[in-house]
């Protein structure tokens, strides 16, 4: 199969502006302070853990799918596979 490249005009923004990065990285922060940090019960803990782990995944892939307009410099660049 021939690679045909296709084109799409797109906003190219920082990834530093990106919804999907800060969601991922609150999320990152959200679980490491929940386990690490926080002086509540196991049980809390889990039910935290569980909320975090659940939710991001969700809230990132409706930011992805109906909320992105604008891509960041390194994915705007097409290459051959």
Do not use: C, D
């Not at 690490?36 to 991001?56: D, H, N, R, W």
């Amino acid at each position: 199969m021939k690679f045909v490249p296709s084109y799409v005009h797109a906003g190219v923004r920082s990834a530093w502006m990106s919804k999907i990065n800060w969601a991922a990285a609150g999320a990152a922060l959200l679980t490491l302070g929940t386990s690490l940090g926080l002086p509540i019960s196991e049980e809390m803990k889990v039910q935290i853990l569980t909320i975090i782990g659940v939710g991001a995944p969700l809230i990132i892939g409706v930011l992805r799918t109906w909320f992105t307009t604008t891509m960041t410099p390194a994915s705007a660049v097409v290459s051959a596979p």
